[in-house]
T-cell receptor, first 116, second 116 residues
């Protein structure tokens, strides 16, 4: 049982380049999330999805797009990378909130992205 | 509005002494509360959760937290610190947003240093 897997683990981009981060979960979770982590700011929600084919904006969505074509995958795209997007990105998944005890989020190991 | 405040950005304790990491929250509904731990260059791991059952919650590695509704607090404690506890700790509140979906807010984190 792999849990939540993020690829790639590291990436260096030049300003203006594009890339896609992939998150895959094998726990049949309905909810999936993308966060960015910056020093002193904790984790901030970029986008999330409450089910296959649905996405919603989080706290800091600008400059990012997402897609959830399959239940197990949640893709985060940067169309034109900027230095301000240098960060560590975490994907998470959870069951739906109909059962409060199931609201635990399971995290991937993170992707370190540097934009030069 | 939902928010989480971790009152200390850094806490330093001696090995074998008690640990107290403070967290206050605000929420419009009855939230679920979590503590996650992040070791250097690692993803986030769930320590413990409160979901409206017992107010004193026991987690992994000897940590526990007490939900105090009157004080809107969910402080994390451990009787005796171990060197392996050195990490960053995040308090998280999970509630419903106005659309009825799960809304998750992370605190800014507390870095715990354990001195030999």
């Amino acid at each position: 049982n792999a849990g939540v897997t993020q690829t790639p683990k590291f990436r260096v981009l030049k300003t203006g380049q594009s890339m896609t981060l992939l998150c895959a979960q094998d726990m049949n979770h309905e909810y999936m999330y993308w966060y960015r982590q910056d020093p002193g700011m904790g984790l901030r929600l970029i986008h999330y999805s409450v089910g296959e084919g649905t996405t919603a904006k989080g706290e800091v969505p600008d400059g990012y797009n997402v897609s959830r074509l399959k239940k197990q995958n949640f893709l985060l795209g940067l169309e034109s990378a900027a230095p301000s997007q240098t960060s560590v990105y975490f994907c998470a998944s959870s069951y739906s909130d109909r059962l409060a005890a199931k609201n635990i989020q399971y995290f991937g190991a993170g992707t370190r992205l540097s934009v030069l | 509005a939902q928010s989480v405040t971790q009152l200390d950005s850094h806490v330093s304790v001696s090995e074998g002494t008690p640990v107290l990491l403070r967290c206050n929250y605000s929420s419009s509904y009855s939230p679920s509360l979590f503590w996650y731990v992040q070791h250097p260059n690692k993803g986030l791991q769930l320590l413990l959760k409160y979901t409206s059952a017992a107010t004193l919650v026991k987690g992994i590695n000897g940590f526990e937290a007490e939900f105090k509704k009157s004080e809107t607090s969910f402080h994390l404690t451990k009787p005796s610190a171990h060197m392996s506890d050195a990490a960053e700790y995040f308090c998280v509140v999970c509630d419903r947003n106005s659309g009825g979906y799960q809304k998750v807010t992370f605190g800014t984190g507390t870095k715990l240093q354990v001195i030999p």
